[in-house]
C-alpha cells in the first residue's frame, strides 16, 4: 500500500525549509522582473523625452521657470479688473447654454446608438451571432477616433457650427458608451430571455422586456458620467470653430493682453458649470445605482 502523503516513492514531502526557498525564489524572480521592467520603463520615458526636446521649438529644461508667467499675468490682470469679472461672466451664459446642449443632444445620440450597438455585441443576446465581432469593431473605431479629428473632418464638409461638435462628440460616445454598456448587459440575467422567447416573442421584445429593465440603472450611470465628459470636449472643440463656450475662449485668448479678465470669467463659468453637473450626476447616478 502507498503512502500517499509521501508520493507513490514512499518519498518525504518538501517541508518547511524547501517551502520557504521556494517561495524566496519566486520572490527574488518577481524582483527581478520587475526591475527589468523599471528600467525600460525608465529607458523608454527618457529616450522619449530627447526625441520630443529635439523636436521641440524650445527647450523644455530652459522653458521651465517661464511656466508661471502666463498664468500670473492673467490672474493680476482679472484681479485688477475684478469687478468686471461677474458681467463678463453673465454675458458668456448663452455660450454656455450652447455648449451643454451640444453636449447633451450628442450624449443622447450616442447613447442610443451605443444601446443598439451594444446589445448586437453581446454574446448570446445578439441578433446576429454571426456579426458580433463586426459591431466590435465598430465601437472600437468610433472610440478610437478622438472628437476633435472627427470633427476637423466635418468642419470641411459641413463648415463651422455647432452640427459637427454634435457628429463628433456623438460618434465617440456610441463608441465608449458601447463597449461599457455591452459590458454590463454580459452580466444580465438570461431566464427573463428564455421565457419570452418560449412564448415567441420578438428581439427587440426580448432586449426590451428582459435585459433593459436590469441594466438600465448602469447604462443611465454611465451616460451621465459620459455627459460630464462631453460638456468638457463640447468646449475644447469651440477652440476648432464649433462655436460654444470655447469658442468665446478662443477669441479672448487671441486678442491677449487686455482681454485677460474675460478669460477669467469664461475660466470660472466652465468649473463652476462642471463642478454643479458633476455633483448632480452624482446624486442621480447614486440614486439609480444604490436606490437612494
Request: avoid cysteine; proline fraction near 5%; charged fraction near 20%.
Amino acid at each position: 500500500m502507498v503512502d500517499i502523503a509521501f508520493g507513490p516513492q514512499g518519498d518525504k514531502g518538501p517541508g518547511p525549509t524547501n517551502g520557504r526557498d521556494a517561495y524566496l525564489d519566486l520572490v527574488r524572480r518577481r524582483r527581478m522582473y520587475g526591475g527589468i521592467l523599471l528600467v525600460l520603463f525608465v529607458a523608454l520615458m527618457a529616450s522619449g523625452f530627447r526625441l520630443a526636446e529635439s523636436r521641440n521649438a524650445g527647450g523644455f529644461i530652459d522653458g521651465l521657470p517661464q511656466v508661471f508667467a502666463f498664468p500670473s499675468e492673467v490672474i493680476s490682470e482679472a484681479w485688477a479688473k475684478r469687478a468686471e469679472v461677474p458681467g463678463l461672466i453673465w454675458a458668456h451664459v448663452p455660450s454656455l447654454i450652447e455648449t451643454i446642449n451640444i453636449a447633451a443632444v450628442s450624449t443622447l445620440a450616442g447613447g442610443l446608438a451605443a444601446m443598439v450597438l451594444a446589445l448586437l455585441s453581446t454574446r448570446g443576446l445578439s441578433r446576429w451571432p454571426r456579426l458580433t465581432g463586426v459591431f466590435r469593431r465598430m465601437m472600437d473605431a468610433f472610440r478610437a477616433v478622438p472628437e476633435i479629428v472627427i470633427a476637423l473632418v466635418l468642419i470641411y464638409l459641413l463648415g463651422g457650427g455647432p452640427v459637427p461638435a454634435v457628429i463628433a462628440i456623438a460618434l465617440h460616445t456610441s463608441g465608449a458608451l458601447g463597449k461599457l454598456f455591452s459590458e454590463v448587459a454580459e452580466n444580465a440575467d438570461l431566464k427573463p430571455v428564455e421565457g419570452l422567447t418560449s412564448v415567441g416573442a420578438t428581439w427587440g421584445q426580448k432586449m426590451w422586456l428582459g435585459i433593459i429593465p436590469q441594466v438600465a440603472p448602469n447604462w443611465i450611470s454611465y451616460a451621465l458620467l459620459r455627459f460630464e465628459i462631453n460638456v468638457r470636449a463640447s468646449a475644447i472643440l469651440g477652440f476648432v470653430g464649433e462655436g460654444g463656450i470655447g469658442h468665446d475662449l478662443k477669441l479672448a485668448m487671441q486678442w491677449g493682453q487686455g482681454r485677460y479678465d474675460e478669460v477669467v470669467a469664461i475660466f470660472l463659468l466652465l468649473f463652476l458649470t462642471i463642478v454643479a453637473i458633476d455633483r448632480l450626476s452624482d446624486r442621480a447616478r447614486e440614486k439609480l445605482v444604490r436606490g437612494r
